[in-house]
């Protein structure tokens, strides 16, 4: 089946449409006409056998046409379908070279062999050699290196080499030398069903000579490709390489003309060495991944570089292929985001001995020994300061890993920052507001240090679509389990006065829906107060009526959490909320998503970001007794999984291809029952979100348009730690707590939930994300769409104690140890409200109090819990105890009264502690 798509926001954008969406469904009865497409004449190509993959070279360039696994030749991890459209000169493909040189004192100059070809000068193959080419001739003249290029059969693995040799009678200087990786992540002019079954996502470990690139299919399925360095070609710099345009003028012929958007990322080269590029185009960046470096080839000397291509059997499979292939591999554990009240663990296999371990900057990371097993080394690490480190590895083969960290605050610091910045610096109540902001938690521009009361995307300004609501739901999931007094008030305020005053139609026949934005751009009515200084010329400056628009889906779980945390609150402690009751509130939470249904049917058939609310509120009126309304919304939302169930990828968006459906209909499958749809999406899930040794890749979901809707610098590019990391963590999540013996969905899921507390700098801040390329590697200045994010940071923040049988105990958001037969735990994660012991499949959740400590004890089962003492709000604990795994007994507190699904226990001015044992 075939279900159609709306035309990207993206391609709007950058097109520079003027339609205001939503636009109706009606429009989109059939999916936007093609443009014809020219005809090409067809490419001649020679194909090749290795032992893991068939492949084509263009015969007049020698470069990679075709990759496919062997035994799947409709596959291609390049764009080889597309060859014939971009052999021109300017397209760049596998086996091209870019580099920049210079003479002492001299200035730089580039060489590209993509960008003007000349013929080639064939070499003698035969044997291991497939295929040896002279390719100096296209660099241009006065190249003042030659260069050979050659691919290998090296015993059954792809290899492509190139030879460089100074030509020239001076010391040359090579500042800038990269390998451009033309991999397919095209999605234009393909359906979400041909993308997942035809294009590929590129991971990079930009980690030195032990880095490598993760090539994924977007269905998740195997092989997946990796791409190793041989001897002499660090990957320590990973540069995008950019779109050609006629209009640049700036002499850049590092470029590629494949058209870069919404539908296609664009390519890369894995650059050796970037010290040409750091003293130039990225002379105004932050830090980069690695100390830029350059090498010097002396008159006649000659320098070997390569690249090798291998096929992992599967995603998780690719750590044990890299030992396979004799490479470094790091595994961290709770992954490279590191609180400084917790001890991390660092995990490394690798042919040759660990020489030295030193810290950048000196002392943010200490690495200690701490014995080895099964193969690998273990290295106790502990964090000091604020901010972004690196520990780099040096092994007595020579070779240098790299591993990049991010130091936080002890995470309930962190929570508490977070509280006071949204509720005091972006907190807006200004009564003379002319579109009813007040009060309100608006974006805030970090740079200028100011809220954003205008912007020509009027959400970003509105309080609604994610930039602009993601200051106050950030605010408002910070309460969940970390609530304020004084905060909450504000918060109250804001539903009470703000969203359900102004921005939720109140009564009448379509009560509880949502606007599109508060803010808009309507000069006739509001003459002299728009400031000149912005371009209100675009599509995005909606008029009052288009921001009055109610079909905008995703605008609905932003309102519903604002409900359902007051709710919450309401409900499971005292004091707190004051103007309704915690019916009210969830009534009302239940009402938005009705209404969502009944008003934004047409993009209500996508998954929603933070949709895992929506489950939630059904639990919560189920728990409450509240049955009729329970049924009207649970038949609802299974109309909603009903038709995802029949969809071979149930989790499509208004963009052509997106990273944000997939933990709503993977809840939903779950709670229906359809579980070869939840674990289909969790597959794809883990497609677009690895496992790396670099806190800016682990777990980090793949994102990279929204930086034009929520981002002050608005480009495309590779967005770190956008909303999607940490929501995406939670269906991997789940799907670990049903099987904890895969402990790659528990590291993925680590790493995207802690990558969303990166954004949130020393004073409290959350930006929207953080600038991957590197020319700019910093965090964007506004705070956007971060509270998506920060929703499924809060949803999801729990401690994890895990036996693995490699590494043995573990802990993932505190501390875990074992002594004398019992097995102790620290919860130090930013909620210390849920716990999950592993081996039992015990995952227990306190809707109020915090846990301390607790024991678990493997001969007997017992659990011991130690709750905080009682407090002003909080005067008895709420305890959710459930079994996860299959076969796993269920477990229930020595104490306690059960009511509406959970156990209330009294606490008092002490620490409290709770025996828990199996039924």
């Known amino acids: 089946m075939k279900t159609a798509r709306p035309l990207s926001l993206a391609l709007l954008l950058l097109a520079g449409a003027s339609a205001a969406l939503p636009v109706p469904a009606t429009a989109f009865a059939q999916e936007p006409p093609k443009a014809e497409k020219k005809v090409f004449p067809p490419i001649a190509k020679t194909a090749y056998r290795t032992k893991q993959f068939q492949l084509d070279l263009r015969s007049d360039t020698q470069t990679l046409a075709r990759l496919s696994p062997l035994g799947e030749a409709a596959f ?177 012929i590092f470029t590629d003309r494949t058209d870069r958007g919404q539908t296609a990322e664009g390519f890369y080269d894995w650059t050796i060495a970037s010290l040409g590029f750091a003293e130039k185009e990225w002379k105004t960046a932050g830090q980069q991944w690695n100390v830029p470096t350059s090498f010097v080839l002396k008159p006649g000397e000659t320098r070997v570089i390569g690249v090798r291509f291998v096929a992992s059997p599967s995603i998780r499979a690719i750590e044990d292929t890299l030992v396979a292939n004799k490479r470094p591999v790091a595994v961290g554990v709770p992954g490279y985001v590191l609180p400084t009240d917790q001890q991390g663990a660092l995990f490394l296999k690798s042919p040759s001995k660990v020489a030295r371990i030193e810290s950048f900057p000196a002392g943010a990371l200490t690495a200690t020994a701490a014995g080895s097993g099964k193969g690998w080394a273990r290295y106790d690490v502990k964090a000091s300061g604020w901010g972004r480190s690196t520990l780099s590895i040096t092994y007595a083969d020579g070779q240098v890993q790299t591993v990049s960290y991010f130091v936080t605050k002890p995470l309930e610091q962190t929570m508490a920052d977070l509280g006071r910045f949204t509720t005091d610096k972006q907190w807006f109540d200004d009564k003379a507001d002319p579109f009813g902001r007040s009060p309100a938690i608006l974006s805030y521009d970090r740079e200028t240090d100011k809220i954003v009361s205008q912007d020509s995307r009027v959400w970003v300004a509105g309080m609604s679509d994610e930039g602009g609501a993601g200051a106050w739901v950030a605010a408002m999931m910070k309460q969940l389990d970390n609530p304020d007094a004084g905060e909450v008030a504000k918060l109250e305020r804001l539903v009470d006065e703000t969203v359900v005053g102004e921005l939720q139609v109140a009564d009448g026949p379509q009560a509880g829906a949502v606007k599109k934005s508060l803010f808009y751009y309507q000069p006739d009515e509001l003459p002299g107060y728009y400031d000149p200084k912005i371009d209100w010329r675009s599509w995005t400056s909606w008029s009052k009526k288009d921001a009055g628009d109610l079909g905008r889906s995703y605008n609905y779980p932003h309102v519903a959490i604002g409900h359902w945390v007051l709710y919450r609150l309401a409900r499971n402690h005292q004091g707190l909320i004051t103007l309704h009751d915690w019916r009210w509130y969830l009534d009302h939470a239940r009402i938005t998503a009705v209404a969502m249904m009944r008003d934004a049917p047409y993009y209500a058939q996508f998954g929603q970001m933070e949709g895992d609310v929506f489950v939630d509120i059904l639990k919560d009126l189920k728990r409450e007794g509240m049955t009729a309304e329970a049924t009207e919304y649970e038949a609802l939302m299974k109309g909603r999984a009903d038709h995802w169930k029949t969809l071979p990828y149930p989790f499509g968006s208004e963009m052509a291809w997106d990273s944000t459906g997939q933990p709503e209909v993977y809840a939903w499958m779950r709670y229906f029952g359809y579980q070869p749809q939840a674990d289909e999406t969790r597959e794809v899930i883990l497609a677009y979100d690895p496992t790396i040794p670099s806190w800016g890749y682990n777990g980090n979901a793949r994102r990279y348009w929204d930086f034009l809707y929520g981002g002050k610098y608005s480009r495309i590019e590779r967005q770190i730690h956008h909303y999607g990391s940490a929501l995406n963590a939670v269906p991997l999540f789940d799907a670990f707590r049903a099987n904890p013996a895969d402990l790659h969905l528990l590291r993925v899921a680590y790493g995207g939930m802690m990558g969303g507390v990166t954004n949130i700098d020393q004073d409290g801040f959350g930006s929207a994300a953080f600038h991957s390329y590197p020319d700019m590697m910093k965090w964007d200045p506004l705070s956007g769409d971060y509270g998506m994010g920060f929703f499924g940071h809060a949803y999801a923040a729990a401690t994890y104690a895990v036996k693995d049988p490699t590494f043995g105990w573990l802990g993932f958001g505190g501390d875990v140890n074992e002594t004398g037969g019992v097995v102790r735990i620290v919860p130090k994660d930013g909620a210390r409200a849920r716990l999950f012991v592993a081996p039992v499949g015990a995952w227990l959740t306190l809707e109020a109090g915090k846990i301390e400590a607790a024991t678990y004890v493997p001969a007997t089962g017992e659990i011991t819990l130690t709750l905080a003492a009682a407090d002003t709000s909080t005067p008895a604990a709420r305890l959710l105890v459930e079994a996860t795994t299959a076969g796993a007994k269920p477990y229930a507190p020595a104490e306690g009264t059960f009511e509406r699904g959970a156990y209330t226990l009294a606490l008092g001015d002490k620490a409290k502690t709770i025996v828990l044992r199996p039924k």
């Open 76 to 252: 291609d991890f390049t764009p080889g379908a597309r060859e014939a459209e971009r052999a021109a000169d300017g397209y760049v493909h596998i086996g091209d070279i870019h580099l920049r040189a210079r003479e002492a004192g001299g200035a730089w100059r580039d060489f590209s062999s993509a960008h003007t070809r000349k013929p080639i000068r064939p070499l003698k193959a035969g044997g291991a050699v497939l295929a040896a080419a002279d390719i100096t001739a296209s660099l241009g003249e006065n190249a003042p290196v030659r260069i050979e290029r050659r691919w290998v059969n090296d015993n059954g693995v792809l290899a492509l080499r190139f030879t460089l040799v100074n030509t020239g009678k001076a010391p040359l200087e090579i500042g800038a030398l990269g390998l451009p990786m033309v991999f397919d992540n095209i999605i234009t002019d393909r359906s979400l069903e041909e993308a997942h079954a035809q294009a590929s996502f590129v991971d990079p470990y930009i980690g030195r000579d032990a880095g490598y690139l993760q090539v994924t299919r977007l269905n998740g399925k195997g092989p997946a490709l990796l791409v190793l360095p041989e001897t002499g070609t660090p990957l320590e710099a990973y540069r995008p390489i950019r779109e050609a345009r006629a209009t640049r003028g700036d002499g850049d």
